[in-house]
């Protein structure tokens, strides 16, 4: 290629003017339309899609509601309560981003139990992996951010609760905690930076999902067999057929979205955070959001401050290096029968603190967080490699083709290549 | 036993099983309560509602304030612009300051909000044995159960049963949390004369207060339900085209 303009294969003398120039066409097209993908997702492979939707719904409907909201403690409250009665469709505005936290965390974890159960954070796709949990982290410090906003009981409690962990934490534990106060106590300065940095970690959010699209676009979607594609028989191109499969996909999920925001608007959330925040009445009992639940069992299964901070921001740490945790070459879970039971145990365990978190720190579910606790651990940190040495996987499919259409030979010519139609 | 309760968990997925709304405090059972905004298509009785307003104009409004209401949102409960103005010009607030720099008193206008019987929370605690009557605009949503806690709560003062002792001003109610609340039983048979005729007993009373409170919590409530059918009919029709699309596009590859 001559240093100068790109070779565009575009006809529209426009779209080719520009694209000569600056071949954002040419990339779109690559990278969405002939794109390669393996031919076997299921629809779990919708949900990157979906978290993608999510993302810039909270965004939009976010800078809506930043322009009716008072970050003041004396007026967040009734800002909020002032968006839901006199501000023109401020009650859907703000139920939407209100559940579309709620929305964001089911896609996501969907997303990466899927990650997980197809081994899709192994070779050669560790760093799509490591962003991803980058995202993860970003956006639980987002969400709890945005759920101080509202100034509600729950808002100050939950605030004051989460910032003082960081106590536990020795030499800097009370400077980080000053720091994220702003002063001594969780006041209107806390209030100010919080909202000031829910504006901006969506932002920082999008740059990281960026770089987790383009490292997926380098290594390419893992599949459900989890046996990389061998040719062109194994993929499809992305448009049309994942981009109508991903329609379908997102309508379901705009429906369930509906079904909570114009039907249960207040579900997922707590009543006490209706209350206005007030610092000399602590809730009968304090929890965070329905999505924090399990970290929070975790945190509270240990006896030791520092202790469960350490293990609850462990459990999502460890997340990091679970390519090098789990060693066994096979990908999908499907071929591997004991890890797949110990995979789904895991699951479980998930929703069992997601439970006890909910519920008051005493018994049973003091103990039995802490079992789930320990299998949680034990998943990552004692099951997974072991069993990397010591299960045998049933035989990989030859190839996707061929455990997809039945033994058959390679694809009908023309299907599996389909040439997009250029804009 | 503990796996079948595991493996319940997983099924539910969660979820349902895990609202924080439902997770905190000691449960007492709150027997649901027919109304007419319950179930998906639910809308307010306007006359249940304006004699609720009514009961919290004469009753609750004596301690309790509800800041977040102005009195042109009456309208929405079916009360004309004279009815509202009428209602508005009842109360004396405060405005000001004048060209002299002098606060004043002016009769209330439909534009201003519901005045407070306190001017602070200080004044209220003070002149309520050290109890602060909270404010009620939202309080069907600060509250589990809702209705039909506010419901259970104004039907449910009694005798403290033999062998509870009572602090001291606190009265027996069988639905507030720990028994014992710092508020007096508000309603009392007959004690407020509806102009429609309804009897005055104490469960019309309740009823139509708490329809008036979920009212001024979710004012958008027949408006979201409203829009909430259209979507979801547009979105199950949308759904049917993008799957019809979708086995269309895929056809040739299976």
Not at chain 1, 206 to 226: E, K, W, Y
Not at chain 2, 185 to 202: I, K, R, S, W, Y
């Amino acid at each position: 290629m001559a240093i100068g303009l790109h070779d565009s294969d575009f006809k529209n003398p426009v779209i080719r003017w520009v694209d000569q120039r600056m071949p954002i066409f040419t990339m779109m097209q690559k990278e969405y339309g002939t794109f390669p993908t393996p031919r076997n997702f299921n629809y779990f492979w919708n949900f990157g899609a979906l978290a993608m939707v999510n993302l810039m719904i909270m965004i939009a409907t976010g800078i809506f509601l930043a322009m009716h909201y008072t970050p003041h403690t004396s007026y967040a409250f009734d800002s909020v309560e002032r968006i839901m009665r006199d501000v023109n469709f401020g009650w859907l505005i703000r139920y939407v981003h209100m559940n579309g936290a709620s929305m964001f965390f089911i896609v996501v974890f969907i997303h990466i139990w899927r990650g997980m159960y197809y081994g899709s954070y192994k070779a050669p796709r560790e760093l799509l992996w490591m962003l991803g949990v980058v995202i993860f982290l970003l956006m639980m410090a987002t969400a709890f951010m945005g759920y101080v906003l509202p100034w509600g009981q729950m808002s100050f409690w939950g605030a004051t609760v989460i910032t003082n962990l960081f106590s536990a934490f020795p030499f800097v534990g009370d400077w980080i905690v000053t720091l994220l106060w702003g002063g001594f106590s969780v006041d209107n300065p806390t209030l100010n930076r919080f909202f000031s940095l829910h504006y901006l970690l969506p932002f920082v959010i999008v740059g990281v999902v960026f770089l987790h699209v383009v490292a997926l676009h380098i290594t390419g979607s893992n599949n459900p067999l989890g046996v990389e594609p061998k040719g062109p028989q194994d993929t499809l191109p992305f448009h049309p057929y994942y981009t109508a499969k991903d329609s379908f996909g997102l309508v379901i999920y705009f429906i369930v979205f509906a079904g909570f925001v114009f039907f249960a608007p207040n579900f997922l959330g707590h009543p006490d955070n209706y209350i206005p925040a007030d610092p000399l009445v602590t809730p009968a009992h304090i929890v965070p959001e329905w999505y924090f639940l399990p970290f929070y069992a975790i945190l509270r299964a240990v006896p030791d401050k520092l202790g469960g901070v350490l293990l609850m921001f462990g459990s999502i740490l460890v997340l990091f290096v679970l390519p090098w945790l789990d060693g066994s070459p096979v990908r999908s879970m499907r071929f591997r029968p004991v890890a797949r039971i110990a995979f789904l145990l895991w699951t479980v365990c998930f929703f069992v603190l997601m439970y006890c978190g909910g519920m008051p720190a005493e018994e049973p579910y003091v103990t039995v967080s802490r079992i789930a606790t320990a299998y949680y651990f034990g998943y990552f940190l004692v099951i997974l490699p072991l069993l990397a040495r010591l299960e045998k996987p049933l035989p990989l499919p030859e190839s996707i083709a061929r455990a997809v259409l039945g033994g058959g030979g390679p694809m009908p010519a023309g299907a599996a290549a389909k040439p997009m139609d250029k804009a | 036993m503990f796996r079948t309760t595991l493996g319940a968990f997983a099924l539910i997925g969660g979820l349902l099983a895990t609202s924080p709304a439902r997770a905190a405090g000691e449960a007492i059972a709150i027997p649901n309560h027919p109304f007419s905004f319950d179930g998906v298509f639910g809308t307010y009785d306007r006359a249940s509602a304006q004699r609720g307003f009514q009961v919290y104009k004469e009753v609750c409004a004596n301690c309790h304030a509800m800041r977040l209401l102005s009195y042109r949102n009456l309208r929405e409960l079916g009360l004309t612009d004279q009815q509202v103005a009428a209602i508005a010009s009842q109360v004396q607030v405060q405005d000001g300051p004048n060209d002299e720099g002098q606060m004043f008193e002016r009769p209330g206008r439909p534009s201003d909000r519901f005045r407070s019987p306190f001017p602070n929370q200080q004044a209220a605690r003070a002149a309520n044995n050290g109890a602060y009557p909270v404010d009620l605009s939202v309080i069907a949503k600060a509250r589990n159960g809702g209705a039909d806690y506010l419901y259970a709560l104004l039907t449910g003062y009694a005798d403290p049963p033999p062998g509870v002792t009572m602090g001291e001003g606190m009265n027996y109610n069988r639905y507030f949390p720990g028994h014992q609340i710092a508020m007096g039983n508000p309603l009392n048979p007959d004690q407020v004369e509806f102009a429609d005729g309804t009897p005055g007993t104490v469960e019309n009373m309740a009823r139509d207060v708490a329809t008036f409170l979920q009212w001024a919590a979710e004012p958008e409530l027949e408006q979201r339900r409203a829009m909430g059918v259209k979507i979801i009919i547009f979105l199950t029709i949308l759904g049917g085209l993008a799957y019809a699309v979708k086995r269309k596009v895929w056809a040739d590859v299976h």
